[in-house]
Every structure is written in structure tokens, then in C-alpha cells.
């Protein structure tokens, strides 16, 4: 078992909007909510070998996620992110949107989603006009054969997705999980690719998040790696770190593209979201054994029993990866907790 690191906050603690603090000092500000557990990717650092789907009757109705939502708003969250599985998977995600956005007059400043794309082609125009102000789209290659492998996937639907978010206005930014087995070779390719696209990119070390038995450390593409990779064909200056999960590195003094090393350089100190799970489990931590269940809370009359106990368990929030630097051990899934 690794050693424990010393944890302190990145940042003094200072008078915060937000009434959602954790022992360490770090304000939530962020809440990524999974609509479903149900994906048509199988991606096997984050897909089981054999999903147990949820019954649609375990799911958050749309009109308990909204309320979780006003409550949380009134909390102090100000960007929530749509996730999955895929959550254009689920029914009603549009009209969801709709309401979401009335909810910007009382705080809330951005709402995103994080998608695979497959489907975005039908929904982009939509999703802009109701309200989605950016997307987050996972592309692991741009290689038909590579994508594939990944995801047993053909990549064609993906990128009319990320053509038609375009067409639509969207903001997007480009997520791709790099495995030194599978798609190492490919990191200045698809950097080259992307600033042609003017889409930025995020880079994402691979993750001991799901069926930890199968992860190896030597799949690890590093964040120093990645950018020894691409020094021979930009220039590259490093930004100074903020609340991102990213580490920004300007490319050729305009393109901003990002690194998120969870392994390599773990960046809790600065973590200022929270998660809630499609059946209503409150996950502080994507690295958390357990979440708290809230779904009963959602009830009438038990508003204040649900703001008292959504505020402490963010107060007992541990200091995360960076702390026990050791695979979760739980019953769910890293594609139903929603990354």
C-alpha cells in the first residue's frame, strides 16, 4: 500500500458564495449528475466486462433531479455537468435542459453535458436551444481502427456529432483517455488534428477507477510524457494551475491544451466538485468507496433533513486520490457514477 501524502489546500481559505465546504477548506462548486448508467460504448477503462443495467424504475425522475438541482443552486453550485453512461441515452434530457436554465436567475452560471457524440447529431441544434452552453465529447483516436478497439464503435457518427455541435454554436472541448498499450502513438496525431479543428483537448492519464484487478500502472501515459511527445512539434509554454482538473499547456501561443493527471500529479487539493449517481447516491469523491443515498430525502417536507445532511457529507469529504493513492472498493461503476 503507497505511503499517505501530507495534504494541504492549493488555496487559503477565504469567505466564499458557497455553503458547501469540505474539512479541507475546499468549496463545491461543480456538480456532475449522471442521468443513466446505460452506454452503447463498451471502453474497458471505464465499461465492466458485464454491465448490469439499472431498471428505469431506480433512476432519479427528472423532476427529483431538478429539485436535488434548486437545492444545490441554493447551496452554492454554479455549473452543473450532465453525464452518463451516455446521457443522451435517456429520454427527456432536452426538457431537462429547459428547466435547468431557469435555474441561472438563482446562481447557476453554466450547464455542460459530457458525451460520446454518437447521438449528438440528432440533438445539437436542440440541446443549443434549450439552453446547453458547452460539451464535453470523448474522442480516443481519430483513427477508425483504434477508435474501434476502444470502444466497438465506428467513429463516423462521432465525428458528425462533434460537426453538427459545431454547426449549432456549442462550445466543445475534446476528451481522450490515453492507454500506453492502445493509443500512446497516436497523442500528437490527434493534438494535430484538433488544433486544424480549433477544438481544445484534454488529455486524461488512465485511471484505476473500474475492475481495479485489470488496471496496471504501466498503461500510464504520464503528464510529462504527453508533453515529451509533443515537444517536437509545438511550442509549448506551461500555464500556471487553477481549479481545472487540467494543467493547461498553451500550444504555439494560442491553443490551450490540457492534461489531467490524477496518477502522475494528483490535484485534490484543489477539487471543487461533487457527484450524484442516476439513483441518487451523493459521491464526494470519485475515488470514494461509498456515497451518501438521498433519494428518500427528495420527498415532501424533508428539505431541511436534505440540506443538512448534503452539507455534511461534503464536511467529511477525505482528501481524495492524492491521500491513499489506491483503487475504490465498490459495488458501482465508474460509467455510473458519471466521471
Request: proline share 5%; glycine share 4%.
Amino acid at each position: 500500500m503507497t505511503q499517505a501524502i501530507a495534504f494541504t489546500p492549493a488555496f487559503p481559505v477565504e469567505p466564499q458564495s458557497s455553503q458547501l465546504v469540505d474539512q479541507f477548506g475546499r468549496y463545491k462548486r461543480k456538480l456532475r449528475i449522471s442521468l443513466t448508467d446505460r452506454c452503447n460504448f463498451r471502453c474497458d477503462y471505464c465499461m465492466p466486462d458485464h454491465p448490469e443495467w439499472l431498471a428505469k424504475k431506480d433512476l432519479l425522475s427528472f423532476e427529483e433531479l431538478l429539485k436535488f438541482c434548486q437545492i444545490m443552486v441554493k447551496l452554492g453550485i454554479e455549473h452543473i455537468r450532465l453525464t452518463g453512461g451516455e446521457p443522451l441515452m435517456r429520454q427527456g434530457i432536452v426538457h431537462f435542459i429547459e428547466n435547468l436554465q431557469h435555474l441561472k436567475i438563482h446562481g447557476l452560471k453554466r450547464i455542460s453535458m459530457t458525451s460520446n457524440a454518437f447521438y449528438l447529431k440528432k440533438y445539437a441544434i436542440a440541446l443549443k436551444q434549450a439552453g446547453l452552453d458547452d460539451i464535453n465529447i470523448s474522442l480516443d483516436s481519430i483513427r477508425a481502427d483504434t477508435f474501434f478497439s476502444m470502444t466497438q464503435k465506428q467513429i463516423g457518427p462521432v465525428l458528425e456529432g462533434i460537426t453538427a455541435a459545431q454547426q449549432a454554436g456549442l462550445k466543445i472541448k475534446l476528451n481522450c483517455v490515453v492507454l500506453a498499450d492502445k493509443n500512446a502513438n497516436e497523442i500528437v496525431e490527434l493534438t494535430q488534428w484538433a488544433y486544424q479543428q480549433h477544438l481544445p483537448l484534454r488529455f486524461i492519464e488512465y485511471m484505476p477507477l473500474d475492475q481495479p484487478e485489470h488496471w496496471q500502472r504501466e498503461k500510464v501515459m504520464s503528464e510529462d510524457e504527453i508533453i515529451q511527445k509533443l515537444k517536437p512539434y509545438f511550442q509549448i509554454q506551461k500555464q500556471q494551475r487553477q481549479h481545472d482538473p487540467a494543467t493547461i499547456y498553451r500550444l504555439n501561443e494560442h491553443y490551450d491544451l490540457g492534461v489531467i493527471s490524477t496518477i502522475s500529479k494528483p490535484f485534490c487539493q484543489s477539487c471543487d466538485r461533487l457527484r450524484l449517481t442516476a439513483t441518487g447516491e451523493l459521491f464526494t469523491c470519485l475515488f470514494a468507496n461509498t456515497g451518501t443515498p438521498l433519494r428518500a430525502l427528495l420527498q415532501p417536507n424533508q428539505e431541511q433533513f436534505l440540506l443538512a445532511t448534503i452539507q455534511q457529507a461534503v464536511w467529511y469529504k477525505k482528501a481524495g486520490f492524492i491521500a491513499h493513492q489506491q483503487a475504490p472498493v465498490r459495488k458501482i461503476s465508474m460509467h455510473a457514477i458519471g466521471g
